[in-house]
T-cell receptor
Framework: GAVVSQHPSRVICKSGTSVKIECRSL??????MFWYRQFPKKSLMLMAT?????????EQGVEKDKFLINHASLTLSTLTVTSAHPEDSSFYIC?????????????FGPGTRLTVL | GQSLEQPSEVTAVEGAIVQINCTYQ??????LSWYQQHDGGAPTFLSY????GLEETGRFSSFLSRSDSYGYLLLQELQMKDSASYFC???????????FGRGTSLIVHP
């Protein structure tokens, strides 16, 4: 099946710093990628939809100036958590539908565990 | 909008059969997907049902009844490694973004 990678897998940073998370589709092109946030024992919360060549679409309640998304190419989307605070500590996961365009099958990256001290 | 309901936790013994239910409310409906997520890992796609009936893939089967807005994931010959969270997801008509349920934690005991 399709492979999505995420980097880094874990990051620990100080409060006030910015952290960039990369999401890559390794063997297919993804014009759309999704960014999720997940708290322990909770479901996936969609943060935003990343669109190649255009602005990301953010879900209600998600600060676009805090969570910057850039879909630089057909295989790469980045999420930058700006001025991170301890409450931003979470598991961030990206996903992409396969090249056919159907979003009923999502291929997820392995996730990034962010800890803000 | 849409909402999904699934049990928060299910326990079973190794070798048994377990069914995880999912009911949904949507305005328009494309299909129901199931994902598995182990602790600390990312969700992996298991199955997708767009039409009524049972889809079988090895030990896992997924069922959908569109008229009842209901589906389930059936896991047979349970193994310890099946202990994980299982999420159902639906895509509402007119949207290309799936919505995930809260997840069911499956605990398999020896």
């Amino acid at each position: 099946g399709a492979v999505v990678s995420q980097h880094p897998s874990r990051v620990i940073c100080k409060s006030g710093t910015s952290v960039k998370i990369e999401c890559r589709s390794l063997d297919f092109q993804a014009t759309t990628m999704f960014w999720y946030r997940q708290f322990p024992k909770k479901s996936l919360m969609l943060m935003a939809t990343s669109n190649e060549g255009s602005k990301a679409t953010y879900e209600q309640g998600v600060e676009k100036d805090k969570f910057l998304i850039n879909h630089a190419s057909l295989t790469l989307s980045t999420l930058t958590v700006t001025s991170a605070h301890p409450e931003d500590s979470s598991f961030y996961i990206c996903s992409a539908p396969p090249g056919s365009g159907s979003t009923d099958t999502q291929y997820f990256g392995p996730g990034t565990r962010l800890t803000v001290l | 909008g849409q909402s999904l309901e699934q049990p928060s936790e299910v326990t079973a013994v190794e070798g048994a059969i377990v069914q995880i239910n999912c009911t949904y409310q949507t305005s328009g409906f494309y299909g129901l997907s199931w994902y598995q997520q182990h602790d600390g890992g990312a969700p992996t796609f298991l199955s997708y049902n767009a039409l009524d009936g049972l889809e079988e893939t090895g030990r896992f089967s997924s069922f959908l009844s569109r008229s009842d807005s209901y589906g389930y994931l059936l896991l047979q010959e349970l193994q310890m490694k099946d202990s994980a969270s299982y999420f159902c997801a639906v895509r509402e008509g007119g949207s290309y973004i799936p919505t995930f349920g809260r997840g069911t934690s499956l605990i398999v005991h020896p």
